[in-house]
């Protein structure tokens, strides 16, 4: 119990930090900018390449997984819009963006790569794909569709954000080098072990410099109607992964881990997409955040995961 939770303060002192340096003006508000560029572009996909060299193996299980996270996305996104009827843009906009879709290689994987191992961080990442299908534009082309807001392109805007993820694109190739049995030199493996290594201690910064708190009282109740939401979601998804599933222990976990994850760091910028207010998701992920690594951490703890 002692080193689980020295390992979930570290990652927690370690988000303090980035907000604490950036509320002292050692960094600037759009410093984390080049932090995620880092992180989305090289630290991530590393981490991910390492965990698929060391524990990827070709089972059917894992491509449920997937679906699985689409299929988490798809629902709690037809909850919201269809919940939202008759309510104003600004109103369904925030809720379509916000309830659905997970924060899962910024800020859960590290938590699984620190915990769990490398399978646990394959099963994290193909929940991911699935849940990226909604996250990196599906949220928003469904909504903006059926808010009568087309546009021409939009299924070539939405493959083109899909594929122009470097994490999405290094599913991808792992996924066919992993079906193919295709080694990779170890020089390569170890390049990535060693970049890797390097992606929680810089996702958790950034998630502190991204971090941004407003005490408005129409912001704080929007934005605790939509946590409670989510995680009253997440319980249920939890409970069902964990008690129904017929699916191996360690991946029922995992999959309870990421029932718990923030709110998407894209959620913002769609929202102002929809004549939303990007202020608002802004500050409503800063508070996932928090909510979220109390979560984990006590789900890390009850289910024994790394001691």
Do not use: H
């Not at 963006?97 to 924060?103: D, F, K």
């Amino acid at each position: 119990m002692a080193e689980v939770l020295t390992k979930a303060g570290v990652l927690l002192a370690i988000i303090a930090l980035g907000y604490l340096l950036k509320r002292g003006g050692i960094f600037r508000r759009t410093d984390y900018e080049v932090v995620s560029k880092i992180v989305f572009r090289i630290t991530l996909p590393c981490a991910v390449a390492t965990a698929f060299f060391e524990g990827f193996e070709p089972n059917p299980t894992l491509f449920i997984v997937t679906l699985l996270g689409l299929l988490t996305g798809v629902l709690l996104w037809a909850g919201a819009f269809f919940s939202t009827r008759g309510r104003g843009e600004e109103s369904r906009a925030f809720y379509t963006q916000n309830l659905p879709g997970y924060n899962i290689g910024a800020f859960t994987l590290p938590f699984v790569q620190s915990f769990v191992g490398s399978f646990g961080v394959v099963t994290a990442c193909m929940f991911d794909v699935g849940n990226s299908l909604m996250c990196t534009g599906g949220n928003y082309a469904l909504t903006s569709t059926l808010m009568g807001k087309t546009e021409g392109g939009r299924l070539k805007t939405f493959l083109r954000r899909l594929f122009s993820s470097v994490t999405i694109d290094t599913y991808l190739v792992l996924l066919v080098l992993g079906l193919l049995n295709i080694a990779v030199p170890q020089p390569i493996v170890a390049f990535a072990e060693r970049v890797g290594d390097a992606n929680p201690f810089l996702s958790m910064l950034m998630i502190g410099m991204m971090l941004e708190f407003s005490f408005e009282a129409d912001k704080v109740k929007k934005a605790a109607l939509v946590l409670i939401l989510r995680y009253g979601a997440g319980v249920l998804f939890a409970l069902l992964f964990y008690f129904i599933l017929p699916l191996p222990l360690e991946i029922r976990q995992v999959l309870v881990l990421l029932s718990f994850s923030p709110i998407p760091c894209m959620s913002p910028y769609f929202t102002e997409l929809l004549s939303g207010d990007g202020s608002l998701p802004s500050f409503a992920a800063s508070i996932s955040f928090v909510v979220s690594v109390a979560c984990i951490t006590a789900l890390i703890l009850t289910m024994g995961i790394g001691v």
